[in-house]
Antibody
Framework: QLHLQESDPGLVKPSETLSLTCTVS??????????WVWIRQSPGMRLEWIGS???????YYNPSLNSRAAMSVDMSNNLFSLRLYSVTAADTAVYFC???????????WGQGALVTVSS | DIVMTQTPLSSPVTLGQPASISCRSS???????????LSWLQQRPGQPPRLLIY???NRFSGVPDRFSGSGAGTDFTLTISRVEAEDVGVYYC?????????FGQGTRLEIK
């Protein structure tokens, strides 16, 4: 059974960088059939797609983030990461990592990590 | 971006009765590969979302057959044939036909 677990950065100060990792167990991150994604959920429960990355390094980001997001894959540790630069209070949310099976949908989710941006 | 609009935003339902949720996209979700990447997610209180339906009408592994999806183009429906207590939560439609992938605003299903 695939399991995804987000790290827990907790509190991040405005203008700083939010860093999250997602550790994948029960499956390999270097399968060609999957993309690895970050999705966040605002306090008002809206879901927002942040970006997707393939193990080859191909990545796609939501333009709404104004080029502030960067994702990477670490195949040796079977994890992937998100960095979100220059955060503001509007970036306060629960951040989920998840897997997308090509031709299917987002089929497995982590439990989510609450990130609060505040001084 | 493709805007996904769900109705209703809240749906009180009697146990054992059917329920349906509609989702409309601001443009056609037919992908260049001919598939329509419209999915439905369920989020129970305190839990991450869970995939129920993908590509309009395909039930994901382990999803009870009382859940079904239908539709085409820009109009889609999730139907629960007989609501059970464990179905309480928020339901989202989501599209992956065009990047950035987007979500509906969610429909809260509650028991009367």
């Amino acid at each position: 059974q695939l399991h995804l677990q987000e790290s827990d950065p907790g509190l991040v100060k405005p203008s700083e960088t939010l860093s999250l990792t997602c550790t994948v167990s029960g499956g390999s991150i270097s399968s060609p059939n999957y993309y690895w994604v970050w999705i966040r959920q605002s306090p008002g429960m809206r879901l927002e797609w942040i970006g997707s990355i393939h193990y080859t390094g191909n990545a796609y980001y939501n333009p709404s983030l104004n080029s502030r997001a960067a994702m990477s894959v670490d195949m040796s540790n079977n994890l992937f990461s998100l960095r979100l630069y220059s955060v503001t209070a509007a970036d306060t949310a629960v951040y989920f990592c998840a897997r997308v099976e090509v031709g299917v949908s987002v089929d497995y989710w982590g439990q989510g990590a609450l990130v609060t941006v505040s001084s | 971006d493709i805007v996904m609009t769900q109705t209703p935003l809240s749906s009180p339902v009697t146990l054992g009765q059917p329920a349906s949720i509609s989702c409309r996209s601001s443009q056609s979700l037919v992908n260049s590969d001919g598939n329509t990447y419209l999915s439905w997610l369920q989020q129970r209180p305190g839990q991450p979302p869970r995939l129920l339906i993908y590509k309009i009408s395909n039930r994901f592994s382990g999803v009870p057959d009382r859940f079904s999806g239908s539709g085409a183009g820009t109009d889609f429906t999730l139907t629960i044939s007989r609501v059970e207590a464990e179905d309480v939560g928020v339901y989202y439609c989501t599209q992956a036909s065009q990047f950035p992938y987007t979500f509906g605003q969610g429909t809260r299903l509650e028991i009367k």
